[in-house]
């Protein structure tokens, strides 16, 4: 019967040498170097066990979703893990000696960076988690702080505020209005000393009789002195109703803005109430307090270091453990694979090289046939050319002898 405690314990076991990125055959071949790789296995595993807490509190804090929370912690875990085990897995041995060298370093720079990043990624939503009650405070005492800005209405301060510039409007419209008035009454004087004068030119009042007479001359002064007097305060009145106008005009704008101005810093102040229950909210929340608390300064750095050395624990210790016995297996059976890919290779391509040799051998066979065959061809058309040449000669010398017997002196002239 199979003990369950020793199968899951077996289990485990295999899962942390899985974990640190070894090949599980090739330790089953030297059971002694289990313990190096069952430590680094280990690390990774807790790692993402760490991550896997974090990220499901992040998510909590930002969707208040237990189930949402559950599987986004489960998906970071996963990933931080095989992150680490990728980094891990792909770090050789280093030089093989106890020591860090400085090669080793830069060789494992970029993979420490990687570590570095995550160890920020991981410790943040645990400094939250940890500095959750001092935050919890500050948040408190923020919002504190904000109901009572919120209490003092800024809308009512604003009307209130503004009660000093509707006063002042009435009062300049007020002016206005008795200026108008004294203008109004002005202009009537005007208008009555108008008439009088031109009813005394016309006969039609006072005196009875037309013309420019004394009456007339008395009336038609008192005319052009109210005209000039309107005219005059007409133009005063006019610069000052527009001076007050413009003040108006100012005063109902800088009412106006005072009023919009409280309603935006209301509608803010409700805003930042409001986001005071997120994670950015939590972080500005640390950052205020690490400001003023030199001691949670430190205990914050202390964490982020100590998950940093966690994350890059697996790479100092393979620059720092010796070469072993797994590490000869694993570059015999490297060495082997790429021996054989070598072989594979030049038997390919020598595979290749025959059948273009073959193929060249064809081709020059090919062309060498032709050649001879052109070349029969060749001589038996210049055999014929030959052949065909003669006939002629023979056919010409025949006319040209008959020629010569029939007309002796045609060829001499000829020639």
Same mark, same amino acid.
């Given at each position: 019967?199979?003990?369950?405690?020793?199968?899951?314990?077996? #289990? %485990?076991?295999?899962?942390?040498?899985?974990?640190?990125?070894?090949?599980?055959?090739?330790?089953?071949? /030297?059971?002694?170097?289990?313990? =190096?790789?069952l430590g680094i296995g280990g690390t990774i595993i807790f790692t993402a066990l760490m991550a896997s807490f974090a990220g499901g509190y992040a998510f909590?804090?930002?969707?208040?979703?237990?189930?949402?929370?559950?599987?986004?912690?489960?998906?970071?875990?996963?990933?931080?893990? @095989?992150?680490?085990?990728?980094?891990?897995?792909?770090?050789?041995?280093?030089?093989?000696?106890?020591?860090?060298?400085?090669?080793?370093?830069?060789?494992?720079?970029?993979?420490?960076?990687?570590?570095?990043?995550?160890?920020?990624? %991981?410790?943040?939503?645990?400094?939250?988690?940890?500095?959750?009650?001092?935050?919890?405070?500050?948040?408190?005492?923020?919002?504190?702080?904000?109901?009572?800005?919120?209490?003092? @209405?800024?809308?009512?301060?604003?009307?209130?505020?503004?009660?000093?510039?509707?006063?002042?409007?009435?009062?300049?419209?007020?002016?206005?209005?008795?200026?108008?008035?004294?203008?109004?009454?002005?202009?009537? #004087?005007?208008?009555?000393?108008?008439? #009088?004068?031109?009813?005394?030119?016309?006969?039609?009042?006072?005196?009875?009789?037309?013309?420019?007479?004394?009456?007339?001359?008395?009336?038609?002064?008192?005319?052009?002195?109210?005209?000039?007097?309107?005219?005059?305060?007409?133009?005063?009145?006019?610069?000052?109703? @527009? %001076?007050?106008?413009?003040?108006?005009?100012?005063?109902?704008?800088?009412?106006?803005?005072?009023?919009?101005?409280?309603?935006?810093?209301?509608?803010?102040?409700?805003?930042?109430?409001?986001?005071?229950?997120?994670?950015?909210?939590?972080?500005?929340?640390?950052?205020?307090?690490? =400001?003023?608390?030199?001691?949670?300064?430190?205990?914050?750095?202390?964490?982020?270091?100590?998950?940093?050395?966690?994350?890059?624990?697996?790479?100092?210790?393979?620059?720092?453990?010796?070469?072993?016995?797994?590490?000869?297996?694993?570059?015999?059976?490297?060495?082997?694979?790429?021996?054989?890919?070598?072989?594979?290779?030049?038997?390919?391509?020598?595979? %290749?090289?025959?059948? /273009?040799?073959?193929?060249?051998?064809?081709?020059?066979?090919?062309?060498?046939?032709?050649?001879?065959?052109?070349?029969?061809?060749?001589?038996?058309?210049?055999?014929?050319?030959?052949?065909?040449?003669?006939?002629?000669?023979?056919?010409?010398?025949?006319?040209?002898?008959?020629?010569? #017997?029939?007309?002796?002196?045609?060829?001499?002239?000829?020639?």
């Amino acid at each position: 019967m199979i003990n369950p405690i020793k199968y899951i314990g077996k #289990k %485990i076991h295999r899962l942390f040498l899985w974990s640190s990125g070894a090949n599980l055959e090739i330790l089953d071949k /030297v059971p002694h170097e289990n313990n =190096k790789y069952l430590g680094i296995g280990g690390t990774i595993i807790f790692t993402a066990l760490m991550a896997s807490f974090a990220g499901g509190y992040a998510f909590f804090t930002a969707f208040k979703d237990p189930n949402l929370s559950i599987f986004f912690g489960v998906f970071w875990g996963a990933l931080i893990y @095989n992150l680490d085990r990728y980094i891990v897995s792909t770090f050789g041995v280093g030089d093989g000696k106890k020591t860090i060298s400085k090669q080793e370093i830069m060789e494992g720079l970029p993979r420490i960076a990687m570590a570095i990043v995550l160890g920020f990624v %991981i410790a943040t939503p645990l400094e939250l988690k940890l500095f959750e009650g001092e935050i919890d405070a500050e948040i408190s005492r923020q919002n504190l702080i904000t109901n009572q800005e919120m209490n003092v @209405n800024a809308v009512d301060k604003a009307e209130e505020t503004n009660l000093y510039y509707t006063s002042e409007v009435t009062t300049l419209r007020s002016r206005i209005d008795i200026r108008n008035k004294e203008l109004t009454q002005l202009k009537n #004087k005007r208008d009555n000393a108008y008439d #009088k004068y031109m009813c005394e030119l016309n006969g039609t009042c006072g005196t009875g009789i037309p013309g420019e007479g004394p009456v007339f001359r008395e009336a038609k002064n008192n005319y052009i002195v109210l005209n000039n007097e309107y005219q005059n305060t007409l133009n005063d009145y006019n610069s000052k109703n @527009n %001076i007050d106008s413009k003040q108006i005009l100012e005063y109902q704008k800088t009412a106006n803005n005072n009023l919009e101005n409280a309603r935006k810093k209301v509608a803010s102040l409700e805003t930042a109430y409001e986001s005071r229950n997120g994670l950015l909210a939590r972080l500005q929340a640390l950052s205020e307090l690490t =400001k003023k608390d030199s001691t949670l300064l430190f205990s914050k750095w202390l964490i982020t270091i100590l998950f940093i050395f966690i994350e890059i624990a697996p790479i100092l210790f393979k620059m720092m453990t010796e070469r072993g016995s797994y590490d000869d297996i694993l570059d015999r059976i490297r060495h082997e694979i790429k021996v054989k890919q070598l072989l594979q290779q030049s038997n390919i391509n020598e595979e %290749i090289n025959t059948s /273009v040799k073959i193929h060249s051998d064809k081709n020059a066979q090919k062309l060498a046939s032709e050649l001879t065959s052109n070349k029969r061809l060749l001589e038996s058309i210049a055999k014929a050319q030959s052949e065909i040449a003669m006939v002629a000669i023979e056919s010409w010398k025949k006319d040209q002898i008959k020629q010569a #017997k029939s007309n002796p002196s045609k060829i001499i002239k000829k020639k």
